[in-house]
């Protein structure tokens, strides 16, 4: 019988640091550095927005946050399509808004619900549907997706800290614990 000791069990690293090419909140020079893969259809990415609005909230310029898309497809049939839009929002400049709205509405991700969206932000909701149908962002979605996958992700949402893979809860204080931990935030 061969046992493994947790010390030998090996971190998770992002393969591809967080940069300028990522959608951030916050400095890149702050001290703790929190990404997310997710899925804006996943329910537990759903309930991690909001911890993650909270970290903000709390930490302020200790924190960078960056987001990449990772959308299972193979469970959650509009995350795709959410992750375009968001990406096509991103192209005129309001990436976080629909990334919020896209959070906060997750049960209405239709395609006439992602126009309504793009309309509500002061998008061209025409030039954005234009842009989802023709599969404009869909390398750049596969770009984040594979990314993920080299760093092991194989489940929404995941987090990593400094370039260290989150494992375990995505609360609150085990967040805050885990960047503290590292010396990136002061609680």
């Known amino acids: 019988m061969s046992t493994t000791r947790v010390d030998q069990i090996p971190v998770e690293r992002l393969t591809i640091p967080i940069g300028r090419r990522d959608h951030l909140q916050g400095s890149l ?4 550095k929190l ?5 804006y259809e996943c329910p537990f990415c759903g309930r991690a927005h909001l911890v993650v609005k909270e970290l903000q909230r709390l930490l302020g310029e200790q924190m960078c946050f960056a987001f990449r898309n990772f959308p ?3 469970v959650h049939p509009h995350a795709e399509l959410a992750a375009a839009a968001a990406e096509a929002a991103a192209a005129q400049g309001k990436f976080w ?3 919020d709205t896209l959070y906060e509405n997750q049960d209405a991700l239709e395609d006439e619900d992602i126009a309504e969206y793009a309309t509500e932000l002061g998008l061209d909701a025409a030039r954005l549907i ?3 149908r023709a599969g404009a962002y869909a390398e750049r979605i596969r770009e984040d997706f ?3 996958v080299r760093s092991g992700v194989n489940g929404t949402p995941a987090f990593f800290i400094n370039g260290e893979r989150q494992e375990g809860s995505y609360d ?3 967040l ?3 960047m503290a931990e590292q010396g990136a935030v002061r609680t």
């Open 176 to 178: 805050l614990a885990a």
């Open 97 to 99: 808004q629909m990334h």
């Open 35 to 39: 990404l997310e893969y997710g899925d």
């Open 72 to 74: 299972l497809t193979n």
């Open 172 to 174: 609150l204080e085990t």
């Open 130 to 132: 234009r842009e989802v």
């Open 29 to 32: 020079d702050a001290p703790a």
């Open 146 to 148: 594979l990314s993920g």
